[in-house]
């Protein structure tokens, strides 16, 4: 790759044409300041603004104890960050038990977009999954439903043969639910059938991280097909996942905040960052609000230290490996748990 002098080059070498490059600088200059110092993006199509990093359900739930992580997630809204990420299958629903305890206080659901995740395919199955994560969430809708772990190659087809898309579309229309969105971790094929099906999604869930511009790309496969359908991009897996620490920071040269700095320097909308203690939360907000774009011979300079080893998927294991597929969603294809 060749040394770009632009932003606008830099995008060019990633997402592949002069227009995806227009539209990424686009979402960059979207970039607003927010009373708290946190920085906001618009959700796609939605319009809605999201703080550039989002509070992943995951993490949050292995915090010490529930009371910590009530304290850590008021902390969070009352530091600015106003996106809040979950799923029904996290701790096999305690993480939304967790956080719709901790938001059901002092009108803190009604600061946040709060957005879960739905694991079934079929119509019955993703009714009982809405109900369950609005009662878990103490809420009466969903600002935004992901269809989860897009993972394997049946899974789109599935969505919308068994019902689930179906489902989903009248909990839109009963208010239930606002945005419809679908999330994966393993193959930019998977996520470009879900985009290519007859559905204008409001989100995609994707991972971005320095390795994956080497390794089933979906930085540059997927992203420019979002950025042209107007689809809010979402990012996850930014430090590789595998320990509380991140497998690229723990296994590679590259710093978590380089990873995460690069993350927010493409073309998404918000970043789904691990919270499991107030340290790390303070070390979050610290990078959100000090978040300036990573100039792009950087960029590009740490593109090139990462790839002979980026190359084969060893930092992703999410891609070339089972390991980070869920429970769930292997028993429904009768993979073995």
Known sequence: MKNPSSRREFFQSILGSAAAASLAERVIAQTQDSPSGIPTRVLGRTRERVSIICLGGWHIAVAKDKNEATRIMHAAIDEGINFFDNAWDYHDGRAEQWMGDALASGGKRNKIFLMTKNCERDYAGSMKCLED????LRTDHLDLWQFHEMVYDSDPDWVFEKGGLKAALEARKAGKVRYIGFTGHKDPRIHL???GKDHPWDTAQMPINVMDAHYRSFQKEVVPVCLQKSVGVIGMKSLGGDSPRGRI????????QECIRYALSLPITSLV???QSMEDLKQDVGIARGFKPMPDAEKTKL????REE???GRHELFKSTQKFDGVHHRKQHNFAV
């Open 303 to 306: 593109l090139a230290r990462v």
């Open 249 to 256: 920071p723990t296994a590679t040269s590259v710093t978590a």
């Open 273 to 275: 960052v691990g919270i």
């Open 193 to 195: 059938k879900m985009l």
């Open 133 to 136: 994560s609005l009662r878990r």
């Open 310 to 312: 980026a190359g084969d």
